[in-house]
């Protein structure tokens, strides 16, 4: 590890701030070689000792999580037993702190004669506790003593310790025993009225024998306040590195401008599903910005026609998925800083990758306006589609007027007859913009005139039946306008940290929203029956048909603009123990006073229950159901009935209400449900207990929401 000033770890703001994991950071040139250092170690018998290779402490959800990594150095003739030894982290000030390994190394016990093995440790320490308060302690069973144990020694962490890789070093990665070398190849930081856009080129170079596959590492940027913002990989998916073989992956993100642009860091990590946390595997102290020529996301560039002089920016190239192939989407701002109004020219534009490849584009006008007033501006969109899997070096945007008639919004604009005049040219690198992300709890606000909303991810939700998973995302949008208007349609893909896209149904809210009304929308995909969702993001842009925002219930997208990625939260999963204020947002449920009798060869259960909704809010209940499960605790008796989402909205006091099998909005005693079982008479010795079970049940699938136990014969508070 390097050894310099005191690293003063700033205050990590995320609330899942990435736990730090095993890395070696080593000196670099042009091609970083590994020169290391350690710690400290304690000798074990003769030659074979402990070393401490590397220990870190971040501020954790739940407080500050410590991770640290010792290698075991066997160098005796016989067979070295970890089970004999244990490890004790403390502070200096003399607090113990309980150690845990790592779910992959708990089965690592044995070190043959001559070898190595890593072991790593988490420990949750005091929110007082810094890096350079702990030390290791190393212990040995030893039954001769009163205590059972004798210590072998310890090592304390330097006041000088820092577990960032610089800038200019590499930092050694054990990728499934095989070491790799990582290494910043440059950063290249565009900015425009929102966001700061780095790029990160990071190289992976296999300095062990044989092929690795990287595994889906998680990367983020995190300021010199300890923010930490996400960033993509390009590149990453499947990627198998041969030895001595270096790969290149792009790392792209999205950071506000208010974030000082400062002692950024790049915070590589990995998650550990078993623990549900993320631990680290590298940091590495970011270089001076790569200035890049033809850069010119955030510039603002005039062009003359006939009418006048105009402004363009660009704000953004993005690449995004759409089915089997991706689209090339060009954000631009069209303004007018004359003092006079101005018709909107006539625009069209096409892509150019690597100077040869000409990729035809749609021109996409979202606002309905004809002119431009004085210091007005409009935003226009120019998109393509190119094969998912095509990359490509170089991007241009060639932006042409036409001299004759305006090609219809939609259209090709690239194959039209018009007759066209290149008047701008916007030329970078590969450094396609990443698409902002959103935190998690935190909404994104469109302002776009007369479709002012607000937009959060309420909750994500999992649903299973034997074979499938449908994941869900509930978004809530509020209108901020001031009149009743109608939700957007979307383009929704759910994506992994490695690029997989799982494209999702969106259940269309279709009333107006009410002034500061609230839809909610229904976001869906089906997902790999084992396949993890902890980091998935949703991404949401709006739906576009033949050049315009789609509108109508036959409009079908060909393609969407103003892309926007939200960070979700943690699914709920705990199930509730009774029946009391379990949410099926945007409904409520109460059901107590629960009981059952057996007449007449019938089985009833009865109950009372209050149903509640939130006000002014608007959702599509289509394929949802509230599912009850009624099992007794010996298996003799079970059954399910559904009360479809859909009846919920007739209010109870009507006469038809009160008299049917279908729940309803209001409150409600003694509800029944029967069900004909003749035999259940002859078993009522056996009967004790039962369960009384609320699911969620969504296109056939369900989720369990909360479960009560009762007696039989007895109703319940």
Known sequence: MYIKKRYRLATIALSAALALGAVTPVLADSSPSAITTTIGKVSITGSSYFELKQIHVLPDQNGKLATFTITIHNEGSSELQFIDYWVRLKSKSGNQFSARLLPADKDKNRVAPGSTTDLTFYATVNTSTNLQDLAVQFIKWDFSQSNFERVLGEVAVPDTYTDVTPSDGAAVISVNGTNVKASIKKFVSNKNEKYHVPTVYLTLENAGNHTVTIPSYLFSIRTKEGLLYPLEAKGLKDLKINPKETKEIQLSGSIPVAVTAEAWQLAVAETIPDLKLNVSVANFGLPAVTQQ?????????????????????????????????????????????????????????????????????????????????????????????????????????????????????????????????????????????????????????????????????????????????????????????????????????????????????????????????????????????????????????????????????????????????????????????????????????????????????????????????????????????????????????????????????????????????????????????????????????????????????????????????????????
């Open 293 to 717: 020529e033809g850069g010119s996301v955030g510039k603002e560039y005039s062009f003359t026609s006939k009418s006048g002089i105009y402004t363009t920016q660009l704000n953004g190239l993005h690449r995004l998925p759409w089915e089997d192939q991706d689209l090339l989407t060009a954000d631009l701002t069209l303004s007018n800083k004359g003092e006079e109004s101005l018709p909107i020219p006539k625009l069209s534009g096409y892509f150019l990758l690597d100077g040869a490849v000409k990729i035809d584009a749609k021109l996409i006008q979202t606002a309905k306006v004809i002119g431009l007033g004085a210091g007005a501006s409009v935003n226009l969109q120019i998109a393509g589609k190119v094969p998912y899997t095509y990359e490509f070096s170089q991007i241009k945007l060639v932006l042409q007027e036409n001299e004759g008639d305006t090609p219809p919004t939609g259209t090709d604009t690239g194959t039209s007859s018009t007759a066209a005049t290149d008047v701008l040219e916007f030329s970078t690198q590969a450094e396609l913009q990443a698409i902002p992300f959103i935190g998690m709890g935190q909404s994104y606000t469109s302002n776009d005139i007369g479709r002012k909303a607000k937009y959060v991810v309420r909750s994500v939700s999992t649903y299973e039946d034997k074979t499938n998973i449908m994941y869900s995302a509930m978004v809530e949008a509020t209108n901020l306008e001031k009149r009743f208007t109608n939700v957007s349609k979307f383009v929704a893909n759910f994506r992994s940290s490695d690029g997989t896209v799982f494209p999702a149904t969106v259940a269309e809210v279709k009333n107006k929203i009410s002034p500061t009304g609230k839809a909610l929308l229904n976001v869906w995909a089906s997902v790999p029956k084992g396949y993890t969702t902890a980091n998935l993001s949703l991404l949401l842009g709006e739906a576009v048909t033949e050049g315009k925002l789609s509108e109508g219930e036959k409009a079908v997208a060909d393609s969407y603009v103003n892309p926007v990625s939200y960070w979700l939260p943690d699914e709920k999963t705990n199930v509730a123990t009774t029946l009391k204020n379990v949410e099926l947002f945007p409904y409520t449920i109460t059901i107590d006073k629960i009981g059952t009798s057996i007449e007449d060869k019938v089985f009833t259960i009865k109950f009372n229950y209050e149903l509640t909704k939130e006000k002014l809010t608007e959702i599509n209940t289509e394929g949802h159901n509230l599912l009850l499960v009624f099992e007794d605790g010996g298996g003799i008796k079970r059954f399910e009935k559904k009360f479809d989402f859909k009846d919920f909205d007739v209010i109870n006091g009507d006469s038809t209400a009160d008299e049917d099998t279908k729940m309803r909005l209001g409150k409600r005693e003694n509800f029944k449900i029967t069900n004909p079982d003749p035999g259940l008479i002859y078993n009522t010795k056996f009967l004790e207990k039962y369960t009384l079970s609320i699911y969620d049940e969504f296109q056939g699938q369900r989720k369990l929401l909360a479960t009560q136990k009762a007696d039989w014969f007895i109703t319940t508070d």
